[in-house]
């Protein structure tokens, strides 16, 4: 399929994702989010891939949050009957198994920023700013971003950047435990890709159950938690590469994933 809004590329089995609106600073429309959800469909689909990268094409945005143009004349009836947005929403919390992590690379506000919380873990430029400025425009966040803003920075931090709309440079996103990592800008793209061609190493059903495994920290109660862990434990117990991974270790040489 050929994308307008979003450039796909593969390397060997990392896929990166670029939303290339830049002139609109990388403003998330409809057509972006169909595309996306059509590019990380067929990133899950394919076998060859194994984590994906998610950034924004040129050096000022990530993505500046939804299209405000387009939300602008959208009447209650269309948000609430067609339920906006929703798809994506379970679409990369639900359907996207593997790993992938967002590369912030300029503005990540509003959905920009609700987009990149619902990858597996941020990496920021240290250009990168991360705001939910809704309240400006008269709503709040509608992808999620009170949820995990709150998961990840915790109440006093999300209810003050919520309810001032202020940005947050990329030190104190990190501090604050928004952001895995901050690099400098011209070396973000290279550090993520290395970063994702690492996991990609890994074998693909334990990135998986990893993935599931921290994810059910923001879900369940700690005692449901553990024992969600335990049993995705036992059932990696069963892999052809937990055997492999054990005896590489134990003969002293690189192990050799199967997948299964
Ligand atoms: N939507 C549409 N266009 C945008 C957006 C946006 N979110 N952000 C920037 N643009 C456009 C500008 O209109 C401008 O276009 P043009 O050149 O045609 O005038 C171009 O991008 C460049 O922007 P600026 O000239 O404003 O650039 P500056 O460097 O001066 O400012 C800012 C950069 C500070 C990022 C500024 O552009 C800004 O404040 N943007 C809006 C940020 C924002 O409010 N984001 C939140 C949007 S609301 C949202 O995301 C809700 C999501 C949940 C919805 C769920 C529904 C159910």
Redesign the pocket.
């Known amino acids: 399929m050929t994308f307008e809004t979003i450039q796909v590329e593969q390397h060997d089995a990392v896929t990166l994702v670029r939303i290339n609106r830049p ?3 990388n ?3 409809s057509q972006v989010l169909e595309e996306l959800i059509e590019a990380f469909g067929s990133f899950e689909a394919d076998d060859t891939q194994r984590c994906a990268v998610l950034t924004g094409a040129g050096e ?2 990530f ?9 602008a004349e959208k009447p209650l009836a269309e ?1 609430y009957g067609e339920n ?3 798809r994506w929403t379970s679409h990369f919390t639900r359907a996207i198994r593997k790993p992938w992590i967002a590369a912030v690379n300029g ?1 990540a ?4 920023c ?1 987009v990149a919380m619902m990858a597996d873990f941020i990496l920021a430029s240290d250009t990168a ?1 991360f ?4 309240i ?2 008269g ?1 709040l ?3 999620g ?1 009170s949820q995990r803003l709150t998961h990840a920075v915790g109440k006093a931090k999300a209810m003050e950047l919520v309810l001032t ?1 202020r ?1 947050m440079d990329p030190e104190e996103a990190e501090r604050a435990g928004l952001v895995a990592r901050v690099v400098p800008a011209a070396d973000l793209l290279n550090d993520a890709l290395k970063t994702a061609a690492t996991i990609a190493s890994m074998p693909p059903l334990a990135a998986m159950a990893n993935k599931e495994a921290v994810n059910a920290a923001f879900e369940l109660g700690l005692d449901m938690g553990i024992q969600h862990e335990r049993r995705l434990f036992n059932v990696l117990s069963g892999t052809e590469d937990k055997r492999e991974g054990m005896q590489a270790f134990i003969e002293k040489r690189d192990p050799s994933w199967s997948g299964r």
Do not use: C, H, R
């Not at 993505?63 to 143009?69: L, N």
């Not at 506000?109 to 920009?112: A, E, M, S």
């Not at 705001?131 to 809704?134: L, N, T």
């Open positions: 002139k609109a600073l403003a998330l429309n000022k945005a993505a500046a949050g939804a299209d405000i143009k387009e939300m948000f906006f947005f929703s503005f506000l509003g959905g920009g609700e700013k705001g939910q400025p809704e400006k425009l709503v966040p509608g992808m971003g709309g940005l």
